[in-house]
């Protein structure tokens, strides 16, 4: 089974929504990131939370960690078609430092 | 260097072939790790190194699979008799103890 499950796998939403893609574990999360990539490359570093109901913005996306630090959401707002791409969390299960473990992946297409 | 590097950026070899992926990581990262990313499918970690020595070799699939780091930096990711399951993209990061980057990735095409 999925360490950590990602939801949903995949979103289409219209420019200028607002979405959230969560991110689950049954374990505590030491580390918990947030990536995203474009088809054809690597992964580009969004945010890190560590501590139980921490919360960061940049720009129109803003994660969260929740208190148990078992899950975490990321919220875009009024989306637009630079944010369509694939979205991944990761974690730190086994402890901090430890290697990360990434969920399957939410796909996101932003219509015009 | 500025980022971690990855080479080649794309490898397409014939089944029963040998392939080595290189990955440069940034300057100063000790740890260094290999994960795979099938089509449609997450990150799978195959090997995780801490200077040149490999603490966590949990992911590698088969003994078909072996890597190796120099010097604390480059590492190299060799796959023996490729097969075509291999194929995949090999993603490489390093990590000074906060924080992972990634290098773009190498896609490996076995045919």
């Known amino acids: 089974s999925q360490e950590l499950e990602q939801s949903p796998q995949s979103l289409i939403v219209q420019e200028g929504k607002n979405l959230t893609i969560n991110c689950t574990s049954s374990k505590t999360l030491y580390g918990l990131y947030w990536y995203k990539q474009k088809y054809g490359e690597g992964l580009i570093f969004l945010m890190m939370l560590q501590k139980g109901g921490e919360e960061k913005s940049h720009e129109k996306i803003t994660a969260k960690l929740d208190e148990k630090k078992q899950q975490s959401s990321l919220h875009i707002t009024a989306s637009q078609p630079s944010h369509a791409g694939i979205y991944l969390c990761g974690a730190e299960i086994g402890g901090s430092g430890d290697k990360l473990t990434f969920g399957t992946g939410t796909r996101l297409a932003v219509r015009p | 260097g500025a980022g971690v590097s990855q080479s080649p950026s794309n490898k397409v070899t014939e089944k029963g072939k040998d392939v080595e992926l290189r990955c440069d990581p940034i300057?100063?990262?000790?740890?260094l790790y290999w994960y795979r990313q099938s089509l449609g499918q997450g990150l799978e970690f195959l090997i995780y190194f801490q200077g040149n020595s490999a603490p966590d070799k949990s992911g590698l699939p088969s003994d078909r699979f072996s890597a190796e780091r120099t010097g604390g930096s480059v590492s190299t990711l060799t796959i023996q008799r490729t097969q075509q399951e291999d194929s995949a993209v090999y993603l490489c990061?390093?990590?000074?103890?906060?924080?992972?980057?990634f290098g773009s990735g190498t896609r490996l095409t076995v045919v």
């Open positions: 300057s100063g990262h000790t740890a």
């Open positions: 990061a390093s990590s000074h103890g906060y924080g992972y980057t």
